[in-house]
């Protein structure tokens, strides 16, 4: 079956920097497109970035632009999110997910990875 797995979420103070990975496993990740969304307690789950299959696409809300980096090897079937500048309100759980369609910034994908947890400290 189709699994996605993040790892790399962890404690980080307010400036740093986290990489977040989401292997992807049960499906031909290239003919994918893929997407990080992330959900703070008691808030919505938020659009965080998102990349077309081929990573010659990229799209990221304001709140993240030039801090986050969404890339992807489709050899190793990952897709990875750099986080730099961290802030604590970037504090959430983190979720990879994967779409057959296209790339877009609604939560409407195809699959969805377990979340890892980041937390910024001030």
């Known amino acids: 079956q189709v699994q996605l797995v993040e790892s790399g979420g962890g404690l980080v103070q307010a400036g740093g920097s986290l990489r977040l990975s989401c292997a992807a496993s049960g499906l031909t990740f290239r003919n994918y497109a893929a997407g990080w969304f992330r959900q703070a307690p008691g808030k919505e789950r938020e659009f965080v970035a998102t990349i077309n299959w081929s990573g010659t696409r990229t799209y990221y809300p304001n709140s993240v632009k030039g801090r986050f980096i969404i890339s992807r090897d489709n050899v190793k079937n990952t897709v990875y999110l750099q986080m730099n500048s961290l802030k604590p309100e970037d504090t959430a759980v983190y979720y990879c997910?994967?779409?057959?369609?296209?790339?877009?910034?609604?939560?409407?994908?195809?699959?969805w990875g377990q979340g890892t947890q980041v937390t910024v400290s001030s």
């Open positions: 997910a994967a779409d057959g369609t296209s790339m877009n910034s609604n939560p409407n994908y195809d699959y």
